[in-house]
Nanobody
Framework: QVQLVESGGGLVQAGKSLRLSCVVSGGTFHTYTMGWFRQSPGKERESVAAIFWSGDTTYNSDSVKGRFIISRDNAKNMVYLQLNNLKPDDTAVYYC?????????????????????WGQGTQVTVSS
């Protein structure tokens, strides 16, 4: 079975940075597309970023693209999300997800239904 575990969340002041990590056990990690999603109260889960098996990346918005960086380390079965210049609106539970479908494209990667496995989430809270 495939399991994902996120870590690195916490409470930070606006303008500070965090680095989220997700470790994947089971399966064949290097063939997976990995995504980061987030969800805050009263809002639906939204895509933040994704990194394909090829290493190509996609970001969901211009503001996120300028502040967040997704990366992966296939040797460690890990995916990361670097959160820079955090804003209060970034407050959410951040989820790591994996897809074994091996499809490709930004629209596909932004769709939560494209992913087969999910972590439990890690809370990021940004104070103003």
């Amino acid at each position: 079975q495939v399991q994902l575990v996120e870590s690195g969340g916490g409470l930070v002041q606006a303008g500070k940075s965090l680095r989220l990590s997700c470790v994947v056990s089971g399966g064949t990690f290097h063939t997976y597309t990995m995504g980061w999603f987030r969800q805050s109260p009263g809002k639906e889960r939204e895509s933040v970023a994704a990194i394909f098996w090829s290493g190509d990346t996609t970001y969901n918005s211009d503001s996120v693209k300028g502040r967040f960086i997704i990366s992966r380390d296939n040797a460690k079965n890990m995916v990361y999300l670097q959160l820079n210049n955090l804003k209060p609106d970034d407050t959410a539970v951040y989820y790591c997800a994996a897809s074994q479908t091996r499809d490709y494209g930004s629209a596909w990667a932004r769709n939560s239904a494209s992913y087969d496995y999910w972590g439990q989430g890690t809370q990021v809270t940004v104070s103003s």
